[in-house]
């Protein structure tokens, strides 16, 4: 982060009324210097990206736990930090679950993929209407344009890969807080890009349930890009159950 040749660290702290975000730097031999950026309980995600395309490396948040934020805190190249709110929603219970860096819409800046379904406060667990995927369009100078890309009930998160060869960016998302009792319930869905960034969903699987942890590569080295689940059951019903489980991309161009 301060451009002296080593890796440093950046922490988000859940916490519960004490949570904060900071960034560790590394003074070597294995002693670091604890710098805060922002004292708020409820971060879960702290991706790492050059966000306003000055070369250095910004750091990007999310912030749940009722306040349902997004911030940047951007680099002056040296481990300065100005902080930014990019995004905050007027819903207290949206349920902010993950997010990443990738350029949606391939105009060479990275963008903000968000996904909302978290219900851990709820008992038992479950999906809320608002539940679903978005991304934040970086329009430069860490100006965002916010962007819904469609509903999922218990959204947790979620991959930009281009699953259908079709040269743009389309949109994985696993659900770990669905309607389980229902057997129709998603668990993975697909958000195919048309090529000018409307989506339309496409359920992919309603089994195994409880889908926490999403991951993409080719797996296979047939240069289609497969997926990677992680489960996590912890609320009925316990019928449905895998912890790992991959996917493999069996498309073939219609």
């Given at each position: 982060?301060?451009?002296?040749?080593?890796?440093?660290?950046?922490?988000?702290?859940?916490?519960?009324?004490?949570?904060?975000i900071?960034?560790?730097?590394?003074?070597?031999?294995?002693?670091?210097?604890?710098h805060?950026?922002?004292?708020?309980?409820?971060?879960?995600?702290t991706?790492?990206?050059?966000?306003?395309?000055?070369?250095?490396?910004?750091?990007?948040?999310?912030?749940?736990?009722?306040?349902?934020e997004?911030?940047?805190?951007?680099?002056d190249?040296?481990?300065?930090?100005?902080?930014?709110?990019?995004?905050?929603a007027?819903?207290?219970?949206?349920?902010s679950s993950?997010?990443?860096l990738?350029?949606?819409?391939?105009?060479?800046?990275?963008?903000?993929?968000?996904?909302?379904?978290?219900?851990f406060d709820?008992?038992p667990?479950?999906?809320?209407?608002?539940?679903?995927?978005?991304?934040?369009?970086?329009?430069?100078?860490?100006?965002?344009?916010?962007?819904?890309?469609?509903?999922?009930?218990?959204a947790y998160?979620?991959n930009?890969?281009?699953?259908?060869?079709?040269?743009?960016?389309?949109?994985?998302?696993v659900?770990?807080?669905?309607?389980?009792?229902?057997?129709?319930?998603?668990?993975?869905?697909?958000?195919?890009?048309?090529?000018?960034?409307?989506?339309?969903?496409?359920?992919?699987?309603?089994?195994?349930?409880?889908?926490?942890?999403?991951?993409?590569?080719?797996?296979?080295?047939?240069g289609?890009?497969?997926?990677?689940?992680?489960?996590?059951?912890?609320?009925?019903?316990?019928?449905r159950?895998?912890?790992?489980?991959?996917?493999?991309?069996?498309?073939?161009d219609p």
């Open positions: 982060f301060d451009g002296d040749g080593d890796i440093d660290l950046v922490v988000g702290q859940f916490g519960y009324d004490d949570g904060e900071r960034w560790m730097e590394n003074l070597g031999g294995w002693n670091f210097e604890s805060d950026l922002l004292e708020l309980s409820g971060t879960i995600h991706p790492v990206g050059d966000l306003d395309g000055d070369g250095d490396l910004d750091i990007a948040a999310v912030v749940s736990q009722e306040w349902e997004i911030y940047v805190f951007e680099n190249g040296k481990g300065m930090f100005d902080r930014h709110l990019v995004y905050g007027t819903n207290d219970d949206f349920g993950g997010i990443s990738v350029d949606m819409d391939l105009d060479g800046d990275l963008d903000v993929l968000y996904s909302n379904g978290d219900a709820y008992i667990p479950g999906p809320r209407p608002w539940h679903g995927v978005q991304w934040l369009e970086n329009d430069g100078d860490l100006g965002f344009t916010y962007h819904r890309i469609g509903d999922f009930p218990g998160f979620a930009a890969v281009d699953g259908d060869l079709d040269g743009d960016v389309d949109v994985f998302v659900s770990a807080f669905n309607d389980w009792d229902s057997p129709e319930a998603a668990s993975l869905a697909w958000f195919e890009n048309d090529g000018a960034m409307g989506f339309t969903r496409r359920i992919l699987a309603t089994e195994p349930t409880h889908l926490l942890a999403l991951a993409s590569a080719d797996m296979d080295g047939d289609l890009v497969d997926l990677v689940t992680g489960a996590m059951h912890v609320s009925p019903p316990y019928d159950m895998s912890r790992v489980t991959l996917w493999r991309n069996t498309w073939k």
